[in-house]
């Protein structure tokens, strides 16, 4: 699968460094490189892309102007590249793929690299499913019905509740309740408002019994329960923090702040 991918940004040498870097990915074909917002918003409605890798800094139209301006098509997926730590929470609300401070670490760009491959599958694995469902509405609806059925009993499997075993005594609790879950070691420990169970089990096990729609990871051992996320507050280093119903908070980690660009969206 070749990724088509259009550079923006107003430094030709910004241009040429990144496009360098990105020689080393064989399915980035870079088909356009632009100066500025206008030519961006032109090469992207003619040409469109997959991916377009968007300074956020630039004379005129800006980046965040760029994404506003190719609204009416079926825009892209967008990395910004900025030199600015401030604009991470704006790129989480224009549902970036990433940002990359610039100089950009190559290191960093792979873990961009690979996400946006794992979006697009995702697209397209979606727009499959679309297309399967629109033909089995014309030729065989009761197929069509009997899918439907086996998705709602997919999502009737994850736990409504989960037993604990906490200082002797069986604790049931309801699911919806859970804030977030901190990996201890062997040990889970469920946070639910005010109160705090130790379960043993590990995060793998654990986060099979949760709804995926609900219940996301954004560290490598932290679980949150994205129905009582209140606020983001962005952090340095592209980190931010969740603030939970209760008032607690929850550190974002780079390599998850995917999660949290798709509920501020």
């Known amino acids: 699968m070749t990724i088509r991918t259009i550079l923006v940004d107003d430094e030709s040498l910004a241009v040429q460094g990144l496009a360098l870097r990105l020689e080393k990915f064989a399915d980035i074909e870079i088909i356009e490189t632009c100066a ?7 090469a992207i409605k003619t040409l469109k892309p997959d991916l377009v890798f968007l300074d956020i800094q630039m004379p005129g139209f ?8 190719v609204m009416e098509i079926e825009p ?17 609300e224009a549902n970036a793929v990433n940002y990359l401070m610039k100089p950009v670490d190559e290191d960093k760009l792979a873990d961009t690299v690979e996400r946006v491959r794992q979006r697009l599958a995702e697209k397209r694995s979606t727009e499959e499913a679309e ?9 065989s609806p009761e197929s069509l019905e009997d899918l ?40 889970m420990v469920i946070y639910t408002g005010d109160n705090s169970l130790i379960l043993r089990e ?16 954004v560290h490598r051992s932290t679980i949150v329960n994205l129905d009582l996320v209140r606020q983001v507050r962005p952090h340095t280093n592209g980190e931010c923090f969740l603030v939970l119903e209760s008032g607690a908070e929850v550190k974002v980690s780079r390599s998850y702040r ?3 660009a798709r509920f501020v969206h």
């Open 202 to 217: 590990t995060m793998k096990d654990l986060e099979r019994r949760l709804d995926p729609k609900v219940f996301q990871r």
């Open 76 to 92: 892209p997926l967008f990395v910004f590249v900025t030199a600015y730590q401030e604009h991470a929470i704006r790129a989480f």
């Open 258 to 260: 995917d999660v949290v």
């Open 131 to 139: 297309k399967l469902k629109d033909v089995l509405a014309e030729v």
């Open 62 to 69: 800006d980046g965040f102007s760029v994404v506003k301006g």
């Open 36 to 42: 500025n917002g206008r030519e961006a918003i032109r």
């Open 148 to 187: 439907a059925g086996a998705e709602d009993d997919l999502s009737g499997r994850y736990e409504k509740m989960i037993n604990v075993k906490d200082k002797g005594q069986i604790f049931r609790v309801d699911v919806d309740t859970i804030e977030h879950i901190e990996a201890a070691g062997d040990y």
